[in-house]
Each structure stands twice: as C-alpha cells, then as structure tokens.
C-alpha cells in the first residue's frame, strides 16, 4: 500500500498570503497524485488532477505541481472562502490511498 | 457533471450488515468506476473500494471479507454492504465518480453509527 505524507498538518494563514501544501508518496506514483478541498460538512472537491492539471470550475489561484514521490498544493493570494482541510490522493495503484489531510486556519 | 444522491440508514446495530445506496443521475453508470469511501469523525479518508458498470470489483485489503459491492445499471445504482459491523466503522460513507483521474463527484455523505 502506497503512504502519503502531507505537511504541514495544520497551518494558519493570512489571506492574500501564498499557502504551500506537500504530498510525499512512499514510492514513485508518476504524475497520478490528485488533491481535494474538504470544508466542514461537506463532501471533498477535487481542486487538482494528474499533478498539475486544472479543473474548469476552480479557481486559478489553486495550483499543483511535483511528479515521482513529492508533490506540491499551492495557493496563490489565499482568501477567506479557503479555509478548509487538504488531501492528496493517489491513483496509481490499489488500494487507493489519501494523505492524512492538511487542515488551513484563516486567522 | 453528473450528481450522486445517497440513501440508507443511519443506525446499524453491532454485527449486523451495514446497506448503503448511491444513485447517480445525469448520466449513465458507463466508462468508469463508482467508489466508496468513508470518513470517521474529525479523522481522513479511507477508500473502502470501487466498482465498475460491468461489476469488477476491487476492494481495500483491510475490509475485504467484509465488504460487497454490487452495480445496477437499469437502476443506475451501486450499492454498498458491509457485514459484522463494529463501533470502529461508524464514520461519515461517500460514494464517489473516478477512475485514475481522480473523483470528479461525491455524494453527499451519510453518517452511518454503529450502536446498539
């Protein structure tokens, strides 16, 4: 089963800060390496696919990069509307797996 | 982008079987894999398993001789059921829409409690 490491577990941030997220895999996972925003409540929403691809309807201040076992969640000009827990997720092998999830506090 | 609405209780008495329903509209159950994943209180996410429109099933390890998944495609609606349930399985279930590209739709979770 392939681990993922995210860090930091908790972070808090101002808005208009830039917020950087990391997902480290326990063995080379490729570019399969998706991320999710979970708000309190609600179901996860995928923000990143595939390492770096975008999805139509999220913001453009979400960006991911990375490939192999490190991967990288960045949020350009945080806003309030972001706070909210962070995952990565791998699809590059069963069982799927998720990091431990990467909690965001605006102060 | 197609929606997924969840059904089933949420109470299920230790030992018994636990029976959730996902019905997924606006689209057909084709082309991918319908997920199950679930989320105990203020804890991550452990995927439980998939299940594609032609009922190959893939399940975790950790649950497998628990767990059944089952497709309906006249429906269009897979199912999940969990048997000998214990207090450590009571967690927030969300069925999901992905295959490698990530899950692109969630429903909308139920909290299911296992309690006597």
């Known amino acids: 089963e392939i681990v993922l490491t995210q860090s930091p577990d908790f972070q808090s941030v101002t808005p208009t800060e830039k917020v950087t997220i990391t997902c480290r895999a326990s063995?080379?996972?490729?570019?399969?390496l998706h991320w999710y925003q979970q708000k309190p409540d609600q179901s996860p929403k995928l923000l990143i696919k595939?390492?770096?691809q975008s999805i139509p309807w999220v913001p453009s201040r979400f960006s991911g990069s990375g490939s192999g076992t490190d991967f990288t969640l960045t949020i350009d000009s945080l806003e309030a509307e972001d706070a909210a827990t962070y995952y990565c997720?791998?699809?590059?092998?069963?069982?799927?797996?998720f990091g431990q999830g990467t909690k965001l506090e605006i102060k | 982008q197609v929606q997924l609405q969840q059904s089933g209780p949420g109470l299920v008495k230790p030992s018994e079987t636990l029976s959730l329903i996902c019905t997924v509209s606006?689209?057909?159950?084709?082309?991918?894999?319908w997920n199950w994943i679930r989320q105990p209180a203020g804890k991550g996410l452990e995927w439980i398993g998939r299940?594609?429109?032609?009922?190959?099933?893939d399940y975790n390890p950790s649950l497998k001789s628990r767990v059944t998944m089952s497709v309906d495609t006249v429906k269009n609606q897979f199912s999940l059921k969990m048997k000998s349930v214990i207090a450590a399985d009571t967690a927030v279930y969300f069925c999901?829409?992905?295959?490698?590209?990530?899950?692109?739709?969630w429903g909308q979770g139920i909290l299911v409690t296992v309690s006597s």
């Open positions: 299940i594609s429109a032609s009922g190959i099933n």
């Open positions: 997720h791998q699809s590059s092998s069963l069982p799927r797996t």
């Open positions: 595939y390492a770096s």
């Open positions: 606006g689209g057909p159950l084709t082309s991918t894999y």
């Open positions: 999901a829409k992905g295959g490698y590209s990530g899950y692109e739709s």
């Open positions: 063995q080379s996972i490729g570019s399969n």
